[in-house]
């Protein structure tokens, strides 16, 4: 976690060809100057291997935040609205077309990127960038995540581990924020989407993901279990002696409650992700990442209500929490850490491990299971302890886990949303663009990736034999 979104990609365009501003005539250029290094800037994101990605994201926020103000003035001189002040005058001379590729909509091929959308609205210009923002934000909360995890190193000093959670959530936070802002945006738009990756209750869902991720880091940063599982099974950390987690039982019982909220955000964002008609399905890697962090959430809470029976003395009702959030985990059906042997069972769940060892290693998709997983753990750890303990000392009658179930209280939020304030063009900068533009805006003319493909020569085709290896050909 949180979840490792594709960053989509763009062709060119040039605003001179499409708006004209009689007040500030450099604004069309400026704007296609910034849209054209955010461009060139997701397309070498595309193109790095998956560990060099982290380290590239600062470069790409820094090409949104420079493209914003510069877009969203073209917006408000549309509809004659001042920006810092000033009055901007932007005329339409032609309807514009913009591509964006989109990466959370379901792909008809698998196997296969999704083809461009061809959009021609600026709204939908200005939704797909601010969307980019959100990704790229929750992104970096994921780079910020990632020493915790990794193994290659030894285990983060408690205060490198606080400050890299705090970090994550921050992003998260202002991930939430954005996706929120488009939300809202959106409802003045009276025509539907073209794609569900700008639609409405995309933008809704994942602001809720968003929350649920920052709520679940909240608890994160003072549950001392997943720590002492990941230095446990780090093989280069230098602790010869791990000391015993403890949580106070006042704590136990609000950490539980914050579990439920995030799972309470999750099942929302799953619902309106799910909402969708046949024609406009989202990816199901998003779907059940989803549902696997609500999955996740409740899991957490029942550890919390046994962690607060098991330190007020009641082993067996602890054990019987622990059983309820295995049931939330889908883990009842697992292999019993205490039995000897091997099984099918037993290999799986090792083959399993190691390959999201791998996974974080490489820097390429790694919790795409939400942290059920890591919770599986913290649950193998507490389940032999816990049996152990009301085994051999003193022994209580396990109770059914349905009517704990239903006890559960409903949740409890942290976290705030803040409303997103975008960023605008600076009165100075206004004025300089008061001057005509000092060279031509020729941006719409690049050939964008897929035409670059398109004009390449088939493989093993004689040059200037194009037209011979055309694909509309019949083959008998």
Known sequence: MPFPFTL??????????????????????????????????LKRHKRLPPHEQASNLGTVLLSLNNY????????????????AGE???????????????????????PGRESARMR??????????????????????????????????????????????????????????SVHDYLSIRSEQLPTDSPCVDISKGAFRALSSLAMAEATLLAVLKDDPYPAVVAQDRNKNDKDWMIKAPEIPKVRAHLFARLCLAAAEHASNAHSLLSAGSEKSKVDSDLLNYV??????????????????????????????????????????????????GLSLGRLKKEWTEKRENKRVERGAA??????????GRVFEMLEKKWNKMNDTINTQVIPPIGPLMASMPSGREIHSLKPFIPPTVEVSVLESMRAPPDRADDYGSE??????????????????NKGDYSSSSNYY
Not at 68 to 83: E, S, T
Not at 128 to 148: E, I, K, M, N
Not at 299 to 313: L, P, S, T, V
């Open 8 to 41: 989509p990609t763009t062709s060119a365009f040039s605003f001179s060809k499409y708006f004209s501003s009689d007040s500030h005539p450099s604004l069309p250029l400026s704007a296609s100057t910034y849209r054209g290094v955010l461009r060139d800037a």
């Open 68 to 83: 914003i103000p510069y877009l969203l003035a073209i917006d408000a001189g549309l509809g004659n609205q001042p920006v």
């Open 87 to 109: 009055e901007l005058d932007v005329v339409l001379k032609s309807t514009p077309t913009l591509e964006w590729r989109p990466t959370i909509s379901d792909n008809s091929i």
């Open 119 to 176: 959009i021609k609205s600026l709204e939908f210009e200005i939704f797909f960038v601010f969307q980019t923002l959100g990704y790229v934000q929750t992104l970096l909360s994921r780079a910020s995540l990632h020493p915790l995890y990794s193994s290659a190193t030894s285990s983060p000093t408690p205060e490198q581990r606080t400050l890299a959670i705090t970090t994550a959530t921050k992003h998260l936070l202002s991930a939430a």
């Open 291 to 340: 549902e696997d962090l609500r999955r996740t959430g409740r899991g957490k809470a029942c550890r919390f209500f046994g962690i607060d029976a098991e330190i007020g003395g009641q082993t067996g009702t602890a054990i019987a929490w622990l059983q309820a959030g295995k049931h939330e985990l889908k883990l009842s059906g697992a292999v019993d850490s205490g039995k000897k």
């Open 366 to 375: 790694w919790g795409s299971d939400a942290g059920r997983m890591e919770e």
């Open 447 to 464: 050939l964008s990736s897929e035409d670059e493909r398109d004009d390449q020569e088939p493989v093993g085709a004689f040059p200037g």
